[in-house]
C-alpha cells in the first residue's frame, strides 16, 4: 500500500540524565495521534521527593504540538526509574499498555515486598495487557506488539510503522544488551529475543531505552536493525548463543544493582501508582535487606 495509506511516525525523544533514560512521543502525522513510551517520574532518592519536570516536558511537547495522547506504552517493569504514566494520563488521557507477562513479574515481586492480600497479581493496575504478535492503531500508525523476554519475563518491543522500540532488549550497539540478572531475567531467551528482532527489515528504526555514552561518546538513541546486526559488540550476525550467554552471565556477575531497584520496582509493578498510605496517610515505600545481593537473588530466581 501507499505511503499515504499507511504512514511512518514521526518520534520525537525526551533524555533524563539522572537515570539516562529516554522517552519518546511517537506521533501519527495523519491525524495527530500519538503514543508516549516509557515516561519517567523524577525522583530525588536522598531525600524521598518526586517531581514532575521530565513529565512535564512531555506534556508541553504534546499541548505545543496539538497531539492527542491514546497510548502510554510501557516497555517493562523497569528498575533504574519510576513511570510517569498515571501522571500523563490524568492530564493527557490515554491507555497505558504493557505486556501481558506483567502477571509474572508482579507475583515475583509482590514476594519481594511482602505485600499483602491487596496487591493485585493480575495486571489490572494497567489498562490493557498485550499479548505477542497483537496488532494496534495510534491514528493510522500500525502498531505491533513483541514479546522479548530476557531482561525480564515481561518486556515487550513495540513495532510502529518503521520504527521499533526496544525498551532494554537492545542498547546502541557499542553498548551492546541490557543485563539478565533481574528475578526472571535469562540471557538464553535475551538472545533468542533479539535474533528475531533483528528479522526485521534491514531499514527498521530502532529506538533505544538507554545510552551510557561509552567512552564518553555523545548522545545516540537511534540505529537500524542493520546497523545492530553489523555492528552490535553482543549480538552482532555471527556470535553465537553460547558465546553470548557466557559473556552476558560473566557480564551481570560484575554489575551494581541500579541505584532506584527497591523503589522503581514496587511503583512500577503498579502501573506507577503509589503504594497505599498508612493510617495515619503517610506514604512509605520498603527496602527489603538481603534480597537483591548474592545468593538470596540466586535462589529467588531459581524457585519462582
Do not use: W
Not at 515481586?109 to 490493557?128: H, L, P, T
Amino acid at each position: 500500500m501507499s505511503e499515504a495509506t499507511h504512514p511512518q511516525p514521526r518520534v520525537d525523544y525526551f533524555f533524563d540524565e539522572v537515570t539516562s533514560t529516554f522517552s519518546y512521543v511517537v506521533s501519527c502525522p495523519q491525524t495527530g495521534q500519538c503514543g508516549i513510551v516509557d515516561p519517567v517520574l523524577d525522583l530525588d532518592y536522598a531525600s524521598g521527593t518526586i517531581t514532575t519536570g521530565s513529565a512535564d516536558e512531555l506534556i508541553q511537547f504534546v499541548r505545543d504540538n496539538g497531539l492527542t495522547v491514546t497510548r502510554i506504552l510501557e516497555t517493562h517493569v523497569h528498575a533504574d526509574h519510576l513511570t510517569a504514566a498515571p501522571y500523563l494520563q490524568s492530564i493527557l488521557g490515554g491507555e497505558i499498555v504493557i505486556g501481558a507477562d506483567i502477571t509474572v513479574v508482579q507475583r515475583v515481586f509482590a514476594e519481594i515486598f511482602n505485600e499483602d492480600d491487596g496487591f493485585r497479581v493480575d495486571g489490572s493496575q494497567f489498562d490493557c495487557l498485550v499479548e505477542d504478535g497483537e496488532e494496534f492503531a495510534i491514528g493510522s500508525l500500525c502498531c505491533t506488539a513483541m514479546h522479548v523476554p530476557g531482561h525480564t519475563p515481561a518486556c515487550m518491543a513495540y513495532l510502529i510503522g518503521d520504527a521499533l522500540f526496544v525498551g532494554d532488549t537492545l542498547f546502541m550497539p557499542d553498548a551492546g544488551t541490557a543485563r539478565c540478572d533481574f528475578p526472571g531475567g535469562d540471557a538464553r531467551a535475551l538472545f533468542r529475543s533479539v535474533r528475531r528482532l533483528l528479522e526485521l527489515p534491514d531499514q527498521t528504526r530502532v529506538f533505544v531505552c538507554h545510552d551510557y555514552q561509552p567512552d564518553g561518546r555523545e548522545l545516540l538513541f537511534e540505529s537500524t536493525v542493520a546497523t545492530q546486526k553489523a555492528h552490535n559488540i553482543h549480538v552482532a550476525t555471527g556470535i553465537s548463543e553460547d558465546d553470548f550467554v557466557a559473556m552476558r552471565e560473566a557480564r551481570d556477575n560484575t554489575l551494581a544493582m541500579p541505584t532506584l531497584i527497591l523503589p522503581s520496582l514496587q511503583v512500577n509493578m503498579r502501573a506507577g501508582h503509589m503504594p497505599p498510605l498508612d493510617d495515619d496517610q503517610r506514604l512509605f515505600l520498603k527496602v527489603p535487606i538481603n534480597v537483591f545481593g548474592g545468593a538470596a537473588l540466586s535462589t529467588l530466581v531459581s524457585t519462582n
